[in-house]
Structure formats: C-alpha cells, structure tokens
C-alpha cells in the first residue's frame, strides 16, 4: 500500500499483505486494520533505525527493546498492550506464511504491571446513572433506554448506535448486534432493560421518526441515527449528573457489565460469549478487577484486615 512505500526497501510488501488479509479475510474494519498498520509502521521504523534490515532479523531482544523504549517515552500501558497484539498477530501471520523462520513473539508477554484495569461503576453508581435521565420527556426515555440496555448486555457503543430493529427479539428477550469484523451474536436482555427499550419503541421513537424511514433503533432528535459522539456526550452529561467523579466513557457500562457478571458469579466463558471476545484472554482482566474490589471490600469492612 502507497503509505507503506517508505519502508517497502527493508520490509517487502508484507504489511500491505497482512493488512489485506486482516480486511479481506479476517473482514476486520478498516479502523481496526489501520490501527495495526500504524503500530507496525510505528515498530519497523524503531528497527530499522537500530539497523535491522527485515523481519526475519527480528528476534525477542529487538521486541523488548522497542517495548522498553516505549516505556521510557511515556506511553499509555494501553498503547504497549496493543503494539504486542499487533506484533504477535503479524508474526503469527508471517510464520504460517512460512516468511520467518522464528516467531519471536513466543516468547515475549507484556509485563503483569503494565496492564491498566478498566474503570468500573459500582452498583450504586449504576442506580444513580439510570435514574438521571428525566423520563418525563422524549429524550429521557431514550437515553434511560440505551443506557440500561449497555448495561444490561455489555455491547459497545459502535454496536448500540448501528443496532436495527431487526436485529431486536424482545419478545424472547434477545437482542443481535453485529460486533467487530461484521460478526453477529446473540445477548438475553432482562426485564427491565426490555421494558425501556419497548417503552422507547412505542412512545418516543415514531415521534423523533416523523415521516422519515430509518432502520437505526435509536435515534436523535432530528430523527436520524444516534451517533457514537452523541451517546459519548449524553452520557458524560448524565455521569456528571449522578455526581460520578470517575472518568466514564460508553466503554465503562461494558467494563461494568462484565464486572457484576463476574462478581455474582457467571462462568468467564459465559462472559466471554456475551462480550463477543474472541480470546479469552481478554475477558481475564475482569478477573482482576474483580477482585481487586473483593480485596478492597474486605479490607474495608472486616474488623482484623
């Protein structure tokens, strides 16, 4: 690709071959994609100014390295849990492709420390965040709506705002959102999550709709699809309402979700279905969290912590 030619002397073509098979075989977005030709670029540029000609001269000290200095410069833990996924993806892709003759990611894990845990909303938190939405009006139907059903389900905001109603059964208490690389899964909604949303159908949407044809579920006041901006900023509206002081995103009712799934005791395969994870490992950071609030319960209210 034309904004890998800077490196093609040293690289070849395998990030343009790899970023193709993310798209076209893997069918990842093209946000997705772009984010691991960024981190790649970002790493072959780091290796080729330490003079390492190609990947094959990569090996696990060159991977540490570009990891250290990282470190060194100050970049999120997020930032470097990334470039290791992206590394690891692409040598994984460059062995199968018989391109190297070690992977050098097999032996590289991302130390424990870095790895920052999401912000969670308590229980009580999550009551008051509900509550705010003034249900007196359109708008506070809709958004009590949405956000008892991210709550509720654990999708993201991408798949909340593309949500079409044919892609809501709740009469069976299911919803069917399509999530990252176009894949769809089915999540139970609860009673009190449907009721919103059904409200919302019945009373506010065909109001914001007028006589405009949309398959979104949610909507704006102008009757178009809600978009990811617009639920950003509603709910950091409604989080200052409730007097949260924690820094919530839409991502932060999904960390919650998971959470108070885990803590009440789901199965983390079960969480990992619901969140629509691909690898489990991802899902596992919800078991630090979680007891991470277990400890912290337990030395606040046990009288010899």
């Known amino acids: 690709m034309s904004n890998d030619q800077p490196l093609k002397t040293f690289y070849g073509d395998q990030l343009g071959d790899f970023a193709n098979y993310l798209a076209v075989e893997r069918n990842l977005s093209a946000n997705t994609v772009d984010a691991y030709r960024s981190d ?8 080729q100014q330490h003079g390492i000609s190609d990947w094959q001269h990569v090996d696990r000290f060159a991977v540490l390295s570009l990891l250290a200095s990282m470190q060194n410069q100050g970049r999120a833990a997020e930032t ?45 938190e999550v009551s008051r965040l509900l509550a705010v939405p003034d249900t007196g009006t359109p708008l506070g139907i809709r958004d009590r709506a949405m956000w008892e059903l991210m709550y509720a389900t654990g999708v993201r905001v991408s798949e909340l705002v593309n949500l079409t109603m044919t892609e809501l059964h709740l009469a069976v ?18 009673d009190i999550a449907s009721d919103w949303v ?14 405009q044809f949309s398959t979104a579920v949610f909507l704006n006041a102008h009757g178009r699809q809600l978009t990811r901006q617009g639920v ?74």
Do not use: C
């Open 40 to 47: 790649l670029r970002l790493a072959a540029t780091y290796w």
């Open 80 to 124: 470097e849990s990334r470039m290791v996924s992206s590394l690891r993806q692409f040598f994984d892709y460059l062995s199968r492709q018989e391109l190297i003759s070690e992977n050098p990611m097999k032996l590289v894990q991302l130390p424990k420390g870095r790895r920052k845990l999401p912000t969670v909303l308590s229980e009580s």
């Open 173 to 190: 208490g299911l919803i069917q959102p399509r999530g990252k690389g176009d894949k769809e899964r089915i999540i139970p909604v609860g």
């Open 198 to 211: 059904q409200r919302y159908l019945t009373q506010v949407r065909p109001q914001l709709l007028k006589k």
């Open 232 to 305: 950003w900023k509603n709910l950091k509206r409604d989080v200052l309402a409730a007097g949260i002081t924690k820094d919530v995103t839409p991502h932060t009712l999904r960390h919650s979700f998971a959470t108070h799934l885990l803590e009440h005791g789901a199965d983390l395969r079960v969480v990992q279905e619901l969140l629509g994870h691909a690898d489990i490992a991802t899902t596992q950071i919800y078991t630090h969290v979680s007891k991470q609030r277990l400890t912290a319960v337990y030395q606040k209210y046990h009288p010899r912590a």
